[in-house]
């Protein structure tokens, strides 16, 4: 059995009198880059927070290496990374001296990774915090969140500042880190492209609740689109067991199905006299119609 890193159940929290997670359940094994996905004020952010600790739980359990969120240990702090998403770093420190500094806090700090890093992604070493670009200080952020190579790396928008070079070099160094396989990434963005690159699973918030949680190649194998081209006009009663949504058109219907199988496309084949037409969706796609936004 895979060893669980990340186990969260029935985790709920509010600000006032608005439930924001209601009811979570996410268990994250060893050696698994999750994307974690959803609409805006979906509750991601809020969901790393109080992974982290950083906020009360209402309600629920979190752990995380198998500590208590609420009360992690300093050997367990000491396995993490975190880049949030506003980078808060000393603004009169040059960035050499943030990253020595920051090492100080580490038990098994790379220091030649940490350097590498810099130079990869361009940092000026000798520049102040303070004069750095937004996608300056993300990169510097990153290279400190990598650099201890943690058990349990946790990116909330980590490159959303970033230009399309320094994007490509962050998931090449993110790639390495977990084909190592004993590293841990919960990793949130809207950038769907970046995690068809790195991710092996997708976690969907949706209402305050992980509405779907899988391996990525399984998720990209069940939903699809149907193309139905019918020699008649579809009865008004047309319908597609486990339609996230169709639209028809006279003799021809397009059907999002969560769960497609060979049997169900030669049924609608069989009964309605039509050619049917399987069609992938990249990962943006498969979100939206989950959904319901396509």
Request: with cysteine.
């Amino acid at each position: 059995m895979d060893e669980i890193i990340v186990d969260v159940r029935q985790l709920k929290k509010s600000f006032g009198t608005k439930r924001v997670l209601d009811g979570v359940d996410l268990q994250i094994p060893r050696g698994a880059v999750v994307g974690l996905m959803g609409m805006n004020g979906s509750g991601k952010s809020t969901l790393i927070k109080c992974l982290l600790g950083l906020l009360d739980i209402d309600g629920g359990d979190a752990r995380l290496l198998g500590c208590d969120a609420r009360q992690l240990s300093p050997e367990v702090k000491n396995k993490l990374g975190y880049v949030p998403q506003v980078v808060y770093l000393y603004a009169w420190m040059k960035v050499r001296h943030v990253i020595g500094y920051t090492s100080s806090f580490y038990d098994h700090w790379v220091a030649a990774w940490a350097s590498e890093l810099a130079t990869r992604w361009r940092l000026p070493l000798d520049t102040r915090v303070q004069a750095l670009s937004t996608g300056q200080l993300q990169t510097l952020a990153l290279v400190l969140a990598l650099a201890p190579r943690p058990e349990l790396l946790v990116l909330d928008e980590p490159v959303a500042s970033l230009d399309p070079v320094a994007r490509r070099e962050f998931l090449k160094s993110l790639l390495e880190l977990a084909g190592e396989g004993s590293h841990t990434t919960l990793f949130s963005t809207h950038i769907s492209s970046d995690l068809e690159r790195v991710a092996t699973h997708v976690a969907i918030l949706r209402e305050g609740r992980i509405a779907h949680f899988s391996e990525l190649d399984d998720l990209k194998d069940s939903v699809k689109r149907l193309r139905v081209r019918s020699r008649e006009p579809l009865p008004a009663g047309f319908a597609v067991a486990g339609a996230l949504r169709t639209v028809i058109e006279g003799s021809n219907a397009l059907v999002a199905v969560s769960e497609v199988s060979p049997e169900l496309v030669e049924s609608l084949a069989d009964r309605y006299q039509a050619d049917v037409r399987v069609e992938d969706l990249n990962l943006e796609e498969i979100f939206m119609e989950l959904n319901g936004h396509a």
